[in-house]
């Protein structure tokens, strides 16, 4: 069984900043790609930034420049650093996992989401 975990959202003003954090555990063998995505009232879920084991990251057009995406491989744990946040940033926020189990199965397993709002 995998469980990841996000935690760090909040309400913030337009301007300043939020970390998020990614947690994952269970009976993993490894983890390929991490990756955050986000999804707005009324919106289809986006892709937001994502990091493979090596440490490539690919990001959204509308976050580049603002939001950092990093890993910890040892701990199996990823972060979202959110700076320069934007009224449009405001969503729901989960943290994905592509990964191999214990048992030689390939699994994409999200979090439940934590809310980060941005007001002006």
């Known amino acids: 069984q995998v469980q990841v975990v996000e935690s760090g959202g909040g309400l913030v003003q337009a301007g300043e900043s939020l970390r998020l954090s990614c947690a994952v555990s269970g009976s993993i063998l490894s983890i390929s790609a991490m990756g955050w995505y986000r999804q707005a009232p009324g919106k289809q879920r986006e892709l937001v930034a994502v990091?493979?084991?090596?440490?490539?990251?690919n990001y959204a057009d509308s976050v580049k420049g603002r939001f950092t995406i990093s890993r910890d491989n040892a701990k199996k744990t990823a972060s979202l650093q959110m700076n320069s946040l934007k009224p449009e940033d405001t969503a729901v926020y989960y943290c994905?996992?592509?990964?191999?189990?214990?048992?030689?199965?390939?699994?994409?397993?999200w979090g439940q989401g934590t809310q980060v709002t941005v007001s002006s």
């Open positions: 990091i493979t084991s090596g440490g490539n990251t």
């Open positions: 994905n996992a592509a990964l191999l189990t214990t048992g030689l199965s390939h699994v994409d397993s």
